[in-house]
């Protein structure tokens, strides 16, 4: 079971607002994974390379490079977790609950303002607490 769950509701731009997630994550010394789609990491590792022109996420794509590579990198985007050891930290851009949760100290899910993205936010919700984990809630500020 993880430790804490986040989920951060209402988010216009999933993948803008998760690259300034993972910024700030990263300069606070954090590893991350970052499981969604293939079409959807595939955005977002693009866009970690263009949405800020003064920082840089530092990122791989698993599965792709060594494992020596993986291990000195911050952020790993994958469509599934791979074999271990991991990030602590998971972030999930995924509909479902991602299947090694619980093995994370931290979930954080990023939920856009889609019906539909809604409604499968609100079954990994569920999911949580058949966990007995109380996920906290944020939605964007103004």
């Known amino acids: 079971m993880p430790a804490q769950v986040e989920f951060?509701?209402?988010?216009?731009a999933p993948a803008l607002?998760?690259?300034r997630l993972l910024r700030k994550a990263v300069g606070a010394?954090?590893?991350?994974?970052?499981?969604?789609a293939p079409a959807d990491l595939a955005a977002l590792d693009e866009l970690l390379w263009t949405f800020d022109?003064?920082?840089?996420v530092p990122h791989v794509r698993i599965p792709g490079p060594a494992d020596a590579l993986a291990a000195r990198t911050p952020v790993w985007l994958c469509?599934?977790?791979?074999?271990?050891?991991w990030p602590p930290?998971?972030?999930?851009?995924?509909?479902?609950?991602?299947a090694a949760a619980d093995d994370f100290e931290r979930v954080i899910e990023v939920v856009g303002t889609e019906?539909?993205?809604?409604?499968a936010a609100r079954q990994r919700?569920?999911?949580?607490?058949?966990?007995?984990?109380?996920?906290?809630?944020?939605?964007?500020?103004?």
């Open 17 to 19: 607002f998760t690259c």
């Open 53 to 56: 022109p003064q920082a840089f």
């Open 29 to 36: 010394g954090a590893r991350v994974l970052v499981t969604a």
């Open 89 to 98: 930290v998971l972030v999930n851009l995924g509909a479902a609950p991602p």
């Open 8 to 12: 951060h509701t209402g988010v216009a």
């Open 115 to 119: 019906p539909e993205a809604r409604v």
């Open 79 to 85: 469509s599934e977790p791979p074999a271990r050891p």
């Open 125 to 142: 919700w569920r999911h949580y607490e058949g966990w007995g984990v109380v996920p906290l809630h944020h939605t964007p500020r103004g």
